[in-house]
């Protein structure tokens, strides 16, 4: 079923040797020192990113802080600020799955989990913490795409460590959570948010219903992990795959078409975090040629738009509100993606001046994101993006790693994004781990793999997925 990540490019170098291969495209075994020099920047990047994550890390309880500024020196190194101090269920999976290697954090991050409170009914986290002692609830709506990543972090754990302390707690958490209270089992599709008000709880009248977004993991995982409970609906499958529509863009790269899933705001983020943590691409031959087709687009994008860096943009610290002012942390009312990617039935990219701003900030996570799906291609990219920048402010910090933006158009245009945001820091971690790991797969995806019954869940799930997704009205690719 899986097939090798890297394969026929040269007998016995390491992937992460292998990712500078597109930069020596005449001879791409004979220059070893060249290899070596590649593979230690990527080595590189992992250390700086785990070792910018840690700089969150709240010791006292080893929850990661959501962001923090990075004040830049003239003399190269650099002192943090805490922007955020609290976190989400989201953040802290990303953080578990990072940290499957290292049991010390993972059992007292799960130790902080049996101690916060949550939903009782469902058993599922609240939507914002306190990081600190007091593990206060910040914000007490229950996010289902928040709470599924945490349920595969924890699931992974359990698979991963059975019999162990770490093994046990994570068992413990993940055998309570319960989504039921999200299925609309009249149309089969799941809703985003239980909301407390006026003493009772209410699910929001919002359902998820585009393929295009980070909520597709609910659909497949929600099956795979057995977590509709109450009670379970053996038509789910069919039902929802049924139910969610997609979009795509009928890319014409040199007279091919390639086809690329649109997403709400065209962000890379909706697109490529189900990837990161599932491998889809193992399950899915539509989706896999999408996320490849991706990697491409935003390369040749950048090249067309004489950037210095590929046109990836996702959700970042820019995208938020705020004024259209460069301050101590710079922010704009509006979204981030790629304009062409946005879906059709989101009409807030038809507004000029949101349209302009929409693709102003290059995204390191994107870019990120997108190599794991064409690795070979990426690694000359990143080394080109470390010294981007104005004076000391460059875009890659030294036991920080990227920073979170770079505008590559406007009245910012060469300015990095000084801060870091936790859930970006973790997806690049997520992507490194996977495109040097020797299987090309994250932990989550490699548990669920080796798992017989998730694994066949899965299958049917993408299987079904792909059937629909041929019978519409998709433009031809050609391969």
């Not at 040269?10 to 590649?38: E, G």
């Not at 929850?63 to 269920?89: A, C, M, V, W, Y």
């Not at 359902?207 to 609910?218: D, H």
């Not at 890659?396 to 933006?405: E, M, P, R, V, W």
Request: hydrophobic share 40%.
């Amino acid at each position: 079923m899986f097939k090798p990540y890297l394969k026929n490019l040269c007998t016995s170098v390491s992937i992460a040797f292998l990712l500078s291969a597109a930069a020596y495209p005449n001879d791409r075994c004979a220059d070893q020192n060249a290899r070596t020099l590649t593979g230690s920047n990527f080595a590189k990047y992992q250390r700086d990113t785990q070792a910018g994550l840690e700089l969150m890390r709240n010791v006292e309880t080893g929850l990661l802080r959501d962001k923090i500024q990075i004040l830049q020196k003239p003399d190269g190194k650099f002192e943090t600020k805490i922007l955020n101090n609290n976190t989400s269920p989201t953040n802290i999976a990303l953080d578990l799955i990072n940290q499957m290697a290292n049991p010390k954090t993972l059992i007292q991050v799960l130790a902080t989990l049996t101690k916060v409170a949550f939903h009782e009914d469902t058993g599922l986290f609240y939507s914002w913490y306190s990081t600190g002692k007091d593990l206060q609830v910040i914000n007490n709506d229950v996010s289902s795409v928040d709470n599924i990543h945490l349920a595969l972090a924890l699931w992974t754990i359990k698979e991963t460590y059975p019999d162990t302390r770490q093994g046990r707690q994570a068992a413990t958490l993940f055998n309570r959570m319960n989504f039921s209270a999200f299925y609309d089992a009249s149309t089969g599709l799941i809703g985003g948010n239980l909301r407390h008000a006026n003493g009772s709880w209410t699910l929001d009248a919002y359902r998820f219903s585009n393929l295009g977004s980070e909520a597709r993991s609910i659909y497949s995982l929600a099956w795979a992990l057995d977590l509709l409970k109450t009670p379970s609906d053996l038509k789910f499958p069919q039902k929802a795959v049924n139910a969610l529509t997609a979009e795509f863009l009928p890319w014409n790269n040199g007279g091919t078409i390639k086809n690329i899933l649109r997403t709400w705001n065209g962000g890379a983020f909706q697109l490529l975090l189900p990837k990161l943590l599932l491998n889809e691409e193992l399950y899915s031959s539509i989706l896999a040629d999408s996320f490849k087709n991706y990697a491409q687009y935003i390369l040749k994008e950048g090249q067309r738009l004489n950037y210095p860096v590929p046109a990836a943009h996702s959700a970042s610290n820019f995208g938020v509100e705020g004024e259209a002012t460069f301050n101590e942390v710079p922010s704009y009312e509006g979204n981030s993606g790629s304009p062409e990617l946005v879906s059709t039935t989101n009409v807030d990219i038809n507004a000029p001046v949101s349209r302009d701003l929409w693709a102003a900030v290059f995204t390191p996570h994107a870019a990120m994101m997108a190599a794991t799906a064409d690795p070979t291609a990426y690694g000359p990219v990143f080394l080109k993006m470390e010294k981007l920048g104005l004076d000391s402010n460059v875009l890659y910090q030294k036991g920080a790693g990227f920073l979170d933006g770079y505008h590559v158009k406007g009245t910012y245009n060469g300015k990095v994004v000084p801060v870091q945001l936790s859930l970006d820091q973790g997806m690049i971690a997520l992507a490194l781990d996977q495109m040097t790991s020797r299987d090309g797969m994250s932990a989550s995806g490699r548990a669920l793999l080796a798992n017989k019954q998730v694994r066949a869940r899965l299958t049917g799930f993408y299987q079904l997925l792909d059937q629909k997704l041929r019978s519409q009205d998709i433009p031809p690719q050609a391969h």
